[in-house]
């Protein structure tokens, strides 16, 4: 094996080698449990980082410094907000289903902790390869409505219910795109392994690699899938459920301590996996971008296109102002899910239209034209009578 | 088209982030311990008693009226008021205070206590590091701790405290021009009394005024 392809499968060989030492009946779930405890140590370590990047992401684009205190750079800053939040009073409010408020933050995490788990992070990295394992995937994202309806219901809390109303309502309503979205994904592999998936992007043309990104349906679906992943994760501008100018803090308002600091876990990590998937179905997964760049590991670029994705999401999120619930409602039902039906449509079209003597260039110009037309004239229809200039008062003013 | 004012906004943004890279002018903050902004003006938060010359409590202008006591909205100031009396700055006796508190834990800044004072005694201070570790004793502020001279006010409000003086400074010539009135009065009646026989004490005969109109 050369260097390149050890560093490559360095964590796999790893796993192997520990696996080695107990006896063989034993070693299947010694690997399994070896993959969990990488997993639940990786993703929460990114999600420690990532609090620090954002916090200082932020302040930089509203020309503040951010955190720099803690350590060199305020690098350390997560490490003072783990000691804090392990340190402070866990409230329960004396009228809270207390084991049901106990129990919202840990079936959060639980859940998005199993979305991880069909997540393929490398070449041969992937914890279970499920046949159905998109399925599994979006199975698992949708329980996560559970638990915030959990938390918002046991708290007793005017806020706490309101948020989580508006969690489940926007979740439910943008788990239709999000999956209708990803399904042209399964309709062009055949196939719903998320290992298949990413082997079928694998190719290169030249030095281009063949991401479904790069086609007319792909890009239609991977604008669509993130702008609903935005949504499924309660990220600005989708950010009602919790929204501090109005919410106090949404379904987990009653939440104090570490319980607050697992509500907080679980909604960056279901971020992380969200774009994790995202990645996987439309960027190429674990793939290189260009081809003279295969000798660089596959988890290392799993990593960086997911850090990438998380800039992204902290530029859209100290950009966007929030957005009203009718505003919210009407961009899912209106927008959204006729784009995601066309947009099956046109990958039927692609895929039978590459067959034919039509294929090639042809189908790029008339999926991409379908596609731009229905674009704009739903962006029409969306915006006709919506008065977006100042706002004027019929009897304050 | 839809999704053009967002790439509008996330141009902005990304220009924002990279320009506080690098030009020191787009910041928005100062790093605060270090760096301090001097405060505007108008800047108030807790109220201070006002002192003329070098002696705390000889200068002190507040004569313990209490009215400032009475009108304090959350009733945070607690005055006692003394026995014996001390001249002012014409020169009036007046009482002092010999306790004046005024709880900052409970003090809402409204400055109604100022706006009420007839002896621009008390006046916002500017001073915002006030945390102490003894949250009820370390807040209540006594006597000496709250007084400071009007150097020190015309330090925080140049403005204010120009005003301030300019009136008191008319009040005092206007009192001691009345205190020289009376002094040559006494003194013009004194000679009077002084020449004339002290047996001629009829009262000058007033004519009977006339009744207007009649």
Known sequence: MSFVAKLDQIFVLLQHWIAGFFPLWLQPLVMIVLGVIAIVAAFPGIFALTTVLERKGLGRIQNRLGPNRVGPLGILQPVADGIKSLTKEDIVPLSADAIVHFLAPLVLVVAVFLGFAVLPIGRNMVLVNLDAGLLFFFAIGASTELSIFMAGWSSRNKYSLLGAMRAVAQMISYEVPLLLSSVVVVMITGSLSTVKIVEAQSGFTGFLPHWYVFTPWGFAGFALFVVAALAETNRSPFDLPEGESELVAGYFTEYSGFKFALFFLGEYLGMFSIAGFAITLFLGGWGAPFSFLEFVPSWAWFFLKLLGAIAFFIWLRGTMPRLRQDQLMNFAWKFMLPMALLNLVVAGAWRFLGEGPLGGWVRWIICSLVLLTAYVLLGRVLMRNQNLGPRSYRYAD | ?214
Do not use: W
């Not at chain 2, 405060?39 to 002696?55: C, Q």
């Not at chain 2, 300019?166 to 005092?172: G, M, P, T, V």
């Not at chain 2, 009077?192 to 007033?206: G, H, N, Q, R």
């Open chain 2, 1 to 214: 088209m839809l999704g053009e004012g967002m790439l509008k906004g996330l141009a902005e943004t990304a220009e924002n982030f990279a320009g506080s890279f690098v030009s020191k002018e787009r910041m928005t903050t100062v790093q605060y311990p270090e760096e301090r902004i001097a405060p505007i003006e108008n800047t108030r938060d807790f109220p201070f008693l006002i002192f003329d010359g070098t002696d705390p409590l000889a200068g002190l202008r507040c004569v313990a009226c209490q009215i400032c006591e009475k009108e304090c909205p959350p009733k945070c100031i607690y005055i006692t008021k003394s026995t014996d009396k001390k001249p002012d700055f014409v020169g009036k006796p007046q009482n002092y205070p010999t306790r004046f508190d005024i709880d900052i834990s409970v003090c809402m800044s409204c400055q109604i206590c100022v706006e009420v004072c007839p002896f621009e005694a008390i006046k916002m201070d500017t001073q915002f590091e006030l945390s102490t570790t003894d949250r009820f004793g370390g807040l209540l502020l006594d006597r000496d701790q709250l007084s400071r001279s009007n150097e020190y006010y015309n330090e925080i409000h140049p403005t204010e405290a120009a005003e301030v003086d300019a009136r008191l400074a008319e009040e005092k010539v206007k009192a001691e021009a009345k205190a020289k009135a009376a002094a040559e009065a006494a003194a013009a009646k004194a000679a009077a009394a002084a020449a004339a026989p002290p047996a001629v004490t009829a009262p000058p005969k007033e004519p009977i005024a006339k009744e207007p109109g009649a």
